[in-house]
């Protein structure tokens, strides 16, 4: 048996330790070859492969990133894309393939399945808006990011007696937004779930700048006023029609300064949150989550993608994981409430 493993999408902290667990099960505990696909689906179209060993593997479990990079393309744009990308699983003998990635990446995979390929989904994206798993590997790390930010940028607030905006990811849930601000203790955070009134917002800071000379404004890169749209970074979508988001934190800052006459700055922490080591937490869960789909493929579980629930890792069927993205929890976000203001 000869399995191809792939990551696709956004990159997040913990790849490498799933790669590193794909291959290990695969060969010591199955004895199955493993190719690596390089780049995502863009890899198995090009025909861009590389054998993956044990020594391949070794001393990357701690690494960010992923080593074998990845892509936001989408072989079903393309008739002849699909056509190549079935050539080259036939090519290289791939019997089955991992598929490492977020919603658009799970959404190729089940059009592959329904074609006939063994695919097996394992769940990643740092924004923890895939359906049916507690929670994905890589969010731990950016929460905790996150968090370490809100630490600090407290202090500045505090001597400057400033209103501080910080702008995390999360495109269409505040995942990142409602547990970092939790951790970091944020007066305000802004979510895509709850569009927002700007009056609200800086009436409420006005009131608490009578006691504390200092805010801090937690915001979710998807989050919308009530009167108006998302805030984009720029033009176009990528090859699955995602826009790239980005800047509300800069046209929140400026409206909270006007408004409210308190100075306000704005962090934009961007793609720090994405990079650099990975939180024990996510090694752990992205090696579960690596050994478990391997385990799938043994058993001839296709279509599937393995997830988190509670203490155990479980297979679900894929076709249902992308129905739709998870949103915030609104009795967390009830919870983060309690110290708005
Ligand atoms: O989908 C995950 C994510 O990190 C989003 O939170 C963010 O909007 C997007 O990816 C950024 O994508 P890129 O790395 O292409 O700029």
């Known amino acids: 048996m000869r399995i191809g493993v792939l990551t696709g999408g956004g990159d997040c ?9 794909v291959v290990r099960r695969s060969i010591v505990t199955y004895e199955y070859d493993v190719l690596g696909v390089r780049n995502g689906w863009k890899g198995m179209i090009d025909g861009d492969v ?3 060993g044990l020594y391949a593997v070794s001393g990357i479990l701690h690494r960010g990133g992923t080593i074998l990079g990845t892509s936001r393309t989408n072989p079903m744009k393309n008739k002849d894309d699909v056509r190549r990308l079935m050539d080259n699983m036939q090519r290289y003998e791939i019997d089955a393939l991992c598929a490492v990635g977020g919603n658009d990446t799970l959404h190729v995979a089940l059009e592959l399945f329904n074609r006939g390929v063994k695919v097996v989904g394992i769940p990643k994206t740092i924004d923890n808006d895939i359906l049916g798993t507690d929670f994905t590997f890589g969010f731990n790390t950016a929460v905790t990011i996150v968090t370490e930010a809100i ?17 995390v990811m ?9 547990m970092s601000g939790i951790a970091g203790g944020a007066d305000m955070i802004l979510i895509p779930e709850v569009p927002f009134d700007l009056n609200k917002v800086c009436d409420t ?4 700048h009578k006691q504390k000379k200092f805010s801090i404004l937690v915001v979710a890169e998807g989050a919308v006023p009530t009167d108006g749209e998302l805030v984009l970074a720029g033009e176009g979508t990528d090859e699955f029609g995602n826009v790239r988001l980005g800047g509300i ?5 400026h409206e909270i300064e006007k408004r409210s006459g308190i100075e306000t700055r704005v962090t934009i922490l961007g793609h720090i949150q994405r990079g650099g080591s990975p939180t024990a937490y996510d090694r752990i869960l992205a090696t579960r989550f690596g050994v478990r789909a391997v385990d799938a493929i043994a058993e001839g579980q296709f279509g599937k993608m ?13 076709e249902k994981a992308i129905l739709e993205n998870k949103k915030v929890d609104m009795r967390l976000y009830g919870i983060a409430e309690i110290f708005f203001g």
């Not at 902290?13 to 790669?19: F, M, Q, Y």
């Not at 999360?170 to 409602?178: D, L």
């Not at 800071?205 to 608490?208: D, N």
């Not at 934190?249 to 800052?253: A, N, P, S």
């Open 249 to 253: 934190g800069q046209v929140l800052g």
């Open 306 to 318: 393995v997830a988190l629930r509670s203490e155990d890792i479980v297979l679900l069927d894929i």
């Open 151 to 167: 630490d600090r940028l407290h202090t500045t607030a505090e001597s400057h007696h400033r209103v501080m905006v910080v702008e």
């Open 205 to 208: 800071l006005k009131k608490r």
């Open 170 to 178: 999360g495109r269409h849930s505040g995942w990142i937004a409602v």
């Open 13 to 21: 902290p913990g790849l490498n330790a799933v790669i590193r667990a």
């Open 50 to 52: 590389e054998p993956l």
